[in-house]
């Protein structure tokens, strides 16, 4: 009776500390949707501790490192995520974003372009391919990307807007234009200035 009251009370603890443990994963995304990110990180540290292969929370503290402008940090966490988990499409587009911020467009290209590979890629991993593309000067290929990310998502006005600006750049003035005002149309507001000084 003893022994079964020991088992008993040894799963109750087990519970407790990894409710808490999940408790400290939950407190950090609490962190985060608040806007502290030095608090996210803080808790995402305490739960890594014990927890050092949770890719969601990598991500997240990544995600809170970018916010807080520790551009390395954030790039570590994603790292780390993507060796644990290589078909995470969040991972794959934040690398690729992050790469894209620092001007390093072959890197982010290559993320981008695992993103697009995996089912069900959603409109933003062939924008942020398309966005690469365009940096590189690969101008058919990447209005190719920006149709695909507007094909999934037809709201997608800061593709439309790329778009539009690629296809003004390269002398297709109507099709550029109508991008253009689609974006205008969606509210999307850098739209503005470029209809105003290249489609009136």
Do not use: W
Request: glycine share 6%; hydrophobic share 35%; aromatic share 10%.
């Amino acid at each position: 009776m003893n022994f079964k009251r020991s088992i008993l009370i040894l799963i109750s603890i087990v519970t407790i500390l990894s409710s808490c443990g999940e408790a400290s994963s939950d407190q950090g995304d609490t962190y985060f949707a608040r806007g502290d990110y030095q608090a996210a990180v803080e808790a995402y540290d305490n739960y890594l501790s014990s927890n050092p292969r949770n890719v969601k929370s990598l991500y997240n503290r990544g995600r809170a490192q970018e916010e807080l402008g520790n551009a390395e940090e954030a790039e570590n966490d994603f790292k780390k995520a993507y060796e644990l988990d290589n078909q995470n499409v969040q991972v794959l587009m934040s690398l690729s974003n992050l790469y894209q911020k620092q001007k390093n467009h072959t890197s982010a290209l290559l993320y981008a372009d695992y993103a697009v590979e995996l089912p069900g890629a959603p409109a933003m991993a062939y924008f942020l391919k398309a966005r690469a593309l365009h940096q590189l000067g690969n101008t058919d290929e990447a209005l190719r990307e920006y149709s695909a990310a507007i094909k999934n998502d037809e709201d997608f006005a800061q593709a439309y807007y790329y778009r539009g600006l690629l296809k003004l750049g390269t002398k297709q003035i109507k099709g550029g234009c109508g991008d253009i005002n689609m974006a205008v149309s969606m509210n999307y507001t850098p739209a503005q200035a470029a209809k105003d000084k290249y489609c009136n």
